[in-house]
């Protein structure tokens, strides 16, 4: 029998879905684990959604998300600081494992260091409050080609001095598709360690048709994810292992 002690789908792998339908989904495949989007969690009803995991018996690996801090071109305005602890209230009552926040990029200042430094402020001053919820708060490295408008933090090494800046509440969740091309994971990776929060996995296609959604099935692209869940199990790292598709 397949074990599925660890996997978790993410509501982004069955993006035509309702949360309940999601979570009805899981149930029926013996899957325990599921991350959630606010955008669905809203359509559901945060009391409603709450009453299908408990029922269900799904825990919630992470809820997606705190942000952007800034704009994301035409896409995606930025949140306020309101809507931000709106998102912890909404992680601490289902019970997500972590809060995943994200960035955006402060393109009026023209400085990717200048732009960490403003993420880094708009996360310090959330940490009181998510700490006092008992929520944690996840960075989660973006690839390269996204540091001109989705985030300024692209490497592990990166995510890791944020956390050292920051301290306790803060974690990271490592995403294949984002982070594979990295040569210093041998060494941060060990160096997270108990920061680590989350795993999520696809393959990178190669030729690639879209450098944000054309996700590939596991096995199907460049990626050792092999390698790199041993690297991690290593590093002590024993949570969830997190399917994130965009199929085009």
């Avoid at 995606?76 to 809060?99: H, Q, V």
């Avoid at 409050?129 to 592990?156: C, K, Q, W």
């Amino acid at each position: 029998m397949t074990d599925l002690s660890r996997f978790a789908l993410n509501q982004a792998t069955v993006r035509a879905w309702s949360l309940r339908q999601a979570i009805e989904g899981c149930a029926r495949h013996g899957v325990k684990r599921i991350g959630v989007w606010r955008d669905k969690l809203a359509e559901c009803g945060l009391g409603e959604a709450r009453r299908l995991l408990r029922d269900h018996g799904l825990t919630v690996t992470g809820l997606n998300r705190a942000g952007p801090f800034f704009g994301v071109g035409t896409e995606l305005k930025p949140s306020t600081a309101d809507d931000d602890r709106r998102a912890i209230a909404e992680a601490a009552e289902i019970g997500a494992e972590c809060l995943l926040v994200f960035p955006g990029v402060d393109r009026r200042v023209g400085d990717l260091a200048r732009s960490r430094a403003l993420t880094a402020e708009r996360i310090g001053s959330l940490l009181p409050e998510a700490r006092r919820a008992g929520v944690t708060l996840a960075i989660e490295p973006l690839h390269p080609m996204l540091a001109g408008d989705r985030s300024p933090f692209n490497s592990l090494r990166q995510a890791n001095i944020l956390c050292d800046e920051l301290g306790s509440g803060l974690g990271i969740v490592l995403d294949a598709y984002h982070s594979w091309w990295d040569s210093d994971l041998d060494r941060q990776i060990p160096r997270a360690g108990s920061r680590l929060l989350g795993f999520h996995i696809c393959d990178w296609l190669a030729p690639t048709r879209d450098l944000y959604q054309d996700r590939g099935m596991m096995g199907d692209g460049v990626i050792d994810l092999a390698g790199l869940r041993q690297s991690l199990d290593a590093a002590g790292y024993a949570g969830s292992i997190e399917v994130d598709l965009r199929l085009l």
